[in-house]
Each structure stands twice: as structure tokens, then as C-alpha cells.
């Protein structure tokens, strides 16, 4: 039985939320922390079965998030799987900003940046599942990272009863009970996941799919909108929106990231005589300058330092 604990109570005070830092990012990947509080008292009880862990953990408010560049360090995916015990947080990752309470909980994928902001003193709950083993369950995953799923709401609180006696066990299971257990917590969470999942959108799944693979092969004309997707599709411009809605994301900014995300692969294999303009142009993009601000909020990094890094030299 390998059970890691750690506190702020044998820490000097002016140093616990550095030393807060250091143990979040020990136990749940790499994270940086936002400001410096004062007072601050967090712990956590952290258990490994096979390649998976489980931490608990209650901490005052705070503020922090998961670069690219921390990401890229990862060496290996893995899908954390966060449920709120008591108090309230804000998650954000991608184009999906989730405020979880008690009972709520959220799927969050390690190979995409986020942010966290901790609002009240709170008791949460993550279990780190390998990105591989949790697609045995939840195939669609990708599409699911970020999106709230209600405590309250269909199979909420089944899985959050579930999850609240597992925390419970966290320091008194056995391993080999523990891992049985672990499969039947990932049936469960996969089961409430689908349930939010297809709300609302009878038949939606096979539309939605549709839908995302024309606005994919038509990211580069800068006309694509929601009503040129709408009627492509043969769908209502306000059922275009709640296919989006239902998982958690908006049409447009669904798009936006897209082909930020097909400008930064353009922009690390650099073409020699191929400027910033050039690609953002290519993929959709009519004004340079809000192309950069928002290649910067999404990637922390200027579109000019990623050519830079690809060895490139043009304008």
C-alpha cells in the first residue's frame, strides 16, 4: 500500500504556498501557482495502484494553471478525473470554463493547457487515470474534457455517492480491493459522462460529428460562420448552437481554436518566406492583430517566439 500525506502544518507560514506549489505539482502534474497567498493551509493524501493515482486534498483559495510548455514536458497523458467534496473552484480548459460545487466533477485531459482558480476553502478529490486505459471506457474523450457534469443532475449522484465512499477509503482499501474498485469508478464516471453527454441532442452524436468535420475541412475560408454551417448541414442556425452547447463549448469559439491550433503546427515547421500574416491568412484569419492576441491567450507564447524556436527568420 503506497500512501503519500503532506501538510502545511510543519511549514513555516511564509513558505507554505510555495511549498504548496511543489507538493500540487508532485502529486498532480506540473502546475504553477498565481500570486502568493498568505496563511495558507492545504494537505493531501495521495495513493498509487498500478500506473493510476488518487490524491485528496483540501486547500484555501487559490489560483493557478498548466502552460503548453508544461504540458509539452509531460511525459506521458493521463486524464484526471476532478470531483468537488465541498466548496467551489472554476476549470477551464479549452473553450470550456466549468464552475464545479459540491458533488460536480469534470474530466480534464493532461495533453491541453488549464487553468484552475480556487474560490473558497474546499475538499476535492482527483484520480489520475493513463490516457489510454481511460478511453477503454470513454472513447469519445476528446470531446468530453472540460465539460461539467452535474452533481444533481441524471447520474450525478450516483457517481458523486460513489466517489464521496472511495475518498472515504482512500488510506483503508487494499490495493487489489482498491483496483477493483478504480474499474467500477471508471464505468461509473464514464456512465455520467455519457448522460450529459447526449443531452438534449436526440441523434445529436452523429450530427455533431458531421457538422465538426465540415467546419474542419473548411477552416481556411474566412466566410465560414455559424449560419454558412447551419445550411451546409441542413440544420437550424439555433440547433447548430445546441449541438455545441450540449458539450459544454460555443460554435465559434470552437472554430477560433481550431485554427490556432492549425497555425501553430504551420508556424513550427516554418516555410522560409512564409510570415505570421501569411499563415494566419491561410487558415481563416482577416485581422493579424487579433490573430496574435489570441494565438497568446491560448499558447502563453507570441506566434513570432514559436518561428523563432522552429529556426525560421521571416517576418
Known amino acids: 500500500m503506497q500512501i503519500e500525506t503532506w501538510g502545511t502544518t510543519e511549514v513555516p507560514a511564509t513558505s507554505r504556498f510555495d511549498a504548496w506549489g511543489h507538493a500540487l505539482s508532485a502529486t498532480h502534474l506540473d502546475w504553477e501557482l498565481v500570486g502568493h497567498a498568505k496563511d495558507f493551509n492545504a494537505d493531501l493524501t495521495a495513493r498509487s495502484v498500478g500506473d493510476m493515482k488518487l490524491i485528496g486534498c483540501r486547500c484555501d483559495p487559490c489560483e493557478g494553471f498548466r502552460s503548453p510548455t508544461q504540458v509539452e514536458r509531460g511525459s506521458s497523458d493521463f486524464v484526471g478525473i476532478l470531483f468537488e467534496l465541498s466548496g467551489s473552484e472554476l476549470v477551464r480548459q479549452g473553450d470550456r470554463e466549468a464552475l ?44 468530453v474534457a472540460g465539460m461539467r457534469i452535474d452533481g444533481n443532475g441524471k447520474l450525478g449522484p450516483l457517481v458523486g455517492a460513489h466517489l464521496r465512499q472511495l475518498c472515504l477509503g482512500l488510506g ?63 440544420i437550424s442556425l439555433s440547433y447548430l448552437h445546441k449541438l455545441f452547447a450540449a458539450r459544454g463549448a460555443s460554435v465559434s469559439r470552437w472554430i477560433l481554436r481550431q485554427r490556432l491550433h492549425c497555425c501553430r503546427k504551420a508556424l513550427s515547421s516554418h516555410v522560409s518566406g512564409q510570415s505570421v500574416t501569411d499563415v494566419a491568412f491561410a487558415w481563416g484569419f482577416n485581422d493579424a492583430s487579433h490573430f496574435s492576441r489570441s494565438f497568446k491567450l491560448e499558447f502563453g507564447q507570441t506566434p513570432r517566439s514559436v518561428i523563432n524556436r522552429a529556426g525560421g527568420a521571416d517576418g
Do not use: C
Open 172 to 234: 483503508t482499501l487494499e490495493d487489489e480491493h482498491l483496483q477493483l474498485v478504480i474499474d467500477t469508478t471508471l464505468e461509473l464516471v464514464s456512465a455520467g459522462v455519457e448522460a450529459r453527454y447526449g443531452r438534449g441532442t436526440e441523434g445529436g452524436a452523429s450530427k455533431f460529428i458531421q457538422v465538426r468535420r465540415y467546419i474542419l475541412d473548411h477552416l481556411a475560408d474566412p466566410d465560414l460562420s455559424p449560419s454558412t454551417i447551419a445550411a451546409s448541414n441542413s
Open 100 to 143: 464545479l460545487l459540491p458533488g460536480d466533477f469534470v474530466i480534464w485531459d493532461s495533453s491541453q493547457s488549464m487553468q484552475f482558480r480556487v474560490l473558497e476553502p474546499l475538499s476535492k478529490m482527483t484520480i489520475l487515470v493513463p490516457k489510454m486505459a481511460m478511453q477503454r471506457f470513454l472513447p469519445n474523450l476528446n470531446e
